[in-house]
């Protein structure tokens, strides 16, 4: 299948600088230019390829009986594709079946710093974040579904869809894959220390950053795991890119 490597990430403007705008960008539309701080939104694939190869959980929106729903899951990228994980008895899944699918809203944030501002009203965060907007459809294709779930798990943990044992055709029946196209995209990026009044510089309150970083503990084996059994060497240092 297409590219599922992670590119490098681009550079992250700090503060309220406009992300620079690169070749092969994702066009512009109503629905992913921000009305509030536009300068920090971002639409070049890198940018968003970056973004979305370094999570692995996602927020899917869709409208159930006329009522918004969000919902989390697990999601992977391959190529210009968005590949959202579910239940084949899930709403937003069964309405995929239907042509041309389902309307949806796919979001994914990181979140790298708190933002601490002398004032209250400058507080805030520094994150890297995606929105994809679009029609998903159920993929179907018995093969390509199969390759689309190892995809997902190598997605989380590289290397691990070749060191388990695949999904059988009961386990395959009961799982369910979203395709999503990368057509209506937008990042959106906040670096930096906090924005102050130039009359609040002098306030004796501490101002500044909180980094935040994602990090994962030491294994824990299975009570009924086989002490011959040793951890994969892709769990070794494990980290996103």
């Not at 940018?47 to 370094?54: P, S, Y």
Request: with cysteine; aromatic share 4%.
């Amino acid at each position: 299948m297409s590219d599922t490597t992670s590119p490098t990430p681009a550079a992250v403007p700090a503060g309220d600088a406009a992300p620079a705008v690169r070749a092969g960008s994702y066009p512009r539309t109503d629905r992913t230019v921000p009305s509030r701080a536009p300068q920090r939104a971002a639409y070049d694939r890198e940018t968003v390829h970056a973004i979305l190869d370094e999570g692995y959980l996602c927020h899917l929106g869709f409208v159930r009986d006329g009522a918004p729903v969000v919902l989390p899951t697990l999601y992977a990228r391959i190529g210009e594709t968005l590949y959202v994980h579910g239940s084949t008895g899930s709403r937003p899944l069964l309405a995929g079946r239907r042509d041309p699918g389902v309307p949806v809203c796919v979001t994914v944030t990181h979140v790298d710093g708190l933002v601490l501002a002398k004032s209250a009203f400058h507080h805030s965060v520094n994150y890297r974040s995606v929105v994809v907007h679009g029609t998903a459809r159920q993929v179907t294709d018995p093969d390509l579904k199969a390759e689309v779930l190892d995809a997902l798990v190598d997605h989380v943990i590289p290397g691990r869809a070749a060191d388990c044992r695949p999904g059988n055709a009961r386990e395959l029946a009961a799982t369910a894959v979203l395709a999503l196209d990368l057509a209506e995209v937008s990042a959106k990026l906040r670096q930096g220390g906090p924005n102050e009044e130039p009359e609040d510089l002098s306030l004796l309150h501490w101002s500044g950053v909180l980094p935040v970083r994602e990090s994962y503990g030491p294994l824990r084996p299975a009570e009924d795991l086989d002490p011959a059994i040793t951890a994969p060497g892709y769990l070794t240092g494990y980290a996103r890119p």
